[in-house]
């Protein structure tokens, strides 16, 4: 008989079934419905219910290892037996909100100054990285390889999605800030190699399991750096590996990018997607096409200033504190062929390479830049 054997991660599953170890054929529909039925019925370390989106990660960890079981050929059990899918448990799920932090607080966790070579310094690394490749998954930062990086471009597909014929892959342009801290890691490596030492000690394991939990123990231990450049930053926010994600597209919906756009960046099926996923954020649900339109006309007519004014506005940059020209901050981004960089990109490079952190201000500098842009082919 194949058992599953319980993992010090699934005490809640230990404490149900009162034993370590456990019959697959056990684990039928009419199980998971009882284990559903008393998970939701404990108390969490809140006082609080358990809740559906508790259950529904415990449930995809069987799920994942019960489908290891099911491909492995050197036991009894078959497809017949799996209890998920179409006619099987189906596991729900609750709506959340989404954690997203405001453009000001993502340039505070950028202009963190720490000590170079420490653990906290690294996991600043991974956390801006995965910001500047529009809000890149921790998971997708730990398997990334060499061969993926090439001549400043990230290629890549989400692993959440990367078996699904629709999976649609990225085609990513680093920025100067992701470059850097992408030739840090990748220097005396080979194209086989990881990326970002994260899971190196298990890179050439062929026991699935011992990847997963290598990565369940590293994924931990980043949330617990994350809460502590928080803290450095001033910032009090609950925090998990998709606070960078969901910042990039919350500050991409304020700045107005049409749902089109963001769908294309956050890898989605469809616009009905994003726009689920847009629903769970803090801020106002996204306009429409039409009213975004009309709002950057609107912001065009009403400026007080000359676009010449605007662009010889000095700003300080975060690295070094040197003044330097709006036009000329813009300029240089766009130089070394990148002339089809969008005005996204535009605004988050300077929230968070400058010390302005007014996320209105940096979109009617990107605004007058690109029109005088249009008008002025000297700009480029």
């Known amino acids: 008989m194949y058992f599953f054997r319980l993992k010090d991660y699934e005490q809640v599953l230990k404490k149900y079934t ?36 508790g259950l529904a990660f415990r449930l995809k960890e069987i799920r994942r290892v019960y489908n290891l079981a099911i491909n492995d050929n050197s036991n009894e059990l078959s497809q017949e037996h799996y209890p998920f899918g179409r006619y099987g448990y189906s596991i729900k799920k609750e709506r959340t909100t989404h954690r997203d932090l405001e453009s000001s ?16 310094w690294h996991h600043h690394n991974y956390f801006k990285f995965c910001f500047e490749c529009w809000g890149m998954n921790f998971a997708d930062l730990a398997f990334l390889r060499v061969y993926q990086i090439k001549n400043g471009i990230l290629k890549y597909k989400r692993r959440k999605t990367r078996w699904a014929t629709e999976a649609k892959p990225f085609n990513i342009e680093l920025s100067s800030t992701a470059m ?36 369940r123990n590293k994924r931990s231990n980043h949330i617990r750096r994350l809460k502590s450049l928080a803290k450095l930053a001033g910032i009090s926010s609950s925090f998990s590996t998709y606070v960078g994600r969901h910042s ?10 049409p749902t089109s756009v963001i769908t294309e960046l956050a890898g989605h099926d469809n616009s009905q997607t994003t726009e689920t996923y847009l629903g769970g954020f803090k801020g106002d649900k996204l306009k429409d096409s039409a009213g975004i339109v009309q709002s950057a006309i609107g912001k ?10 605007i662009l010889d506005t000095k700003i300080k940059l975060s690295d070094t504190g040197r003044e330097i020209k709006i036009i000329n901050f813009l300029k240089n981004l766009l130089k070394g062929g990148k002339q089809d960089i969008d005005s996204t990109h535009l605004i988050v490079a300077i929230l968070t390479q400058t010390n302005c952190t007014n996320g209105a201000k940096a979109q009617q500098y990107v605004d007058e830049f690109l029109l005088s842009k249009q008008s002025n082919p000297v700009l480029t």
């Open 248 to 257: 990039f597209f919350s500050i991409a919906q304020k700045n107005g990018v």
């Open 18 to 53: 009162l034993s370590n170890s456990l019959p697959f054929t056990q684990i039928n529909q009419e199980f998971l419905k009882r284990y559903e039925t008393w998970y939701l019925a404990q108390f969490n370390k809140s006082g609080g219910r358990n809740s559906i989106n």
């Open 105 to 120: 607080e993502i340039a505070k966790l950028f202009q963190l100054q720490l000590t170079p070579e420490t653990k906290l």
């Open 300 to 309: 065009l007519l009403d400026t007080q200033y000359e676009h010449e004014t």
């Open 180 to 215: 850097k801290i992408a030739d840090y890691y990748l220097l005396n490596k080979v194209d086989s190699d990881l990326v970002f030492p994260i899971l190196e000690n298990v890179a050439n394991s062929e026991d699935h399991q011992i990847i997963h939990e290598q990565f």
